[in-house]
Nanobody, 125 residues
Framework: QLQFVESGGALVQPGGSLRLSCVATGVRLDDYAIGWFRQALGKEREGLLC????????NYAPSVKGRFTISRDNAKNTVYLQMDSLNSEDTGIYFCAEQIYGSSCPERARGFTSWGRGTQVTVSS
């Protein structure tokens, strides 16, 4: 059974950077598209980025374009989210999930499942 474990969240000052990791257990990620999402307190979960099994990325959130980058290392069964120029609006719990419809990323952040518990990112001075 596929399970994700997210890590790397922390308290960081505005303008800082973090790299989140999403490690999969139970299944090889080679054939899956993986997405990163976040949920701020009191808000709905928001899709951020997706990466296909071949490494092609799709952006779902204009607010992170140019600041966040998704990547993957299939040998380590891990997907990463590099976050730069962080601001207070980036505060939230960050999750990864698999795309259930195939190895490519959909145009919209739909059809994702196998959610991990998430990792908390807090941007504050």
């Amino acid at each position: 059974q596929l399970q994700f474990v997210e890590s790397g969240g922390a308290l960081v000052q505005p303008g800082g950077s973090l790299r989140l990791s999403c490690v999969a257990t139970g299944v090889r990620l080679d054939d899956y598209a993986i997405g990163w999402f976040r949920q701020a307190l009191g808000k709905e979960r928001e899709g951020l980025l997706c990466i296909s099994n071949r490494g092609r990325s799709t952006n779902y959130a204009p607010s992170v374009k140019g600041r966040f980058t998704i990547s993957r290392d299939n040998a380590k069964n891990t997907v990463y989210l590099q976050m730069d120029s962080l601001n207070s609006e980036d505060t939230g719990i960050y999750f990864c999930a698999e795309q259930i419809y195939g190895s490519s990323c959909p145009e919209r952040a739909r059809g994702f499942t196998s959610w991990g518990r998430g990792t908390q990112v807090t941007v504050s001075s």
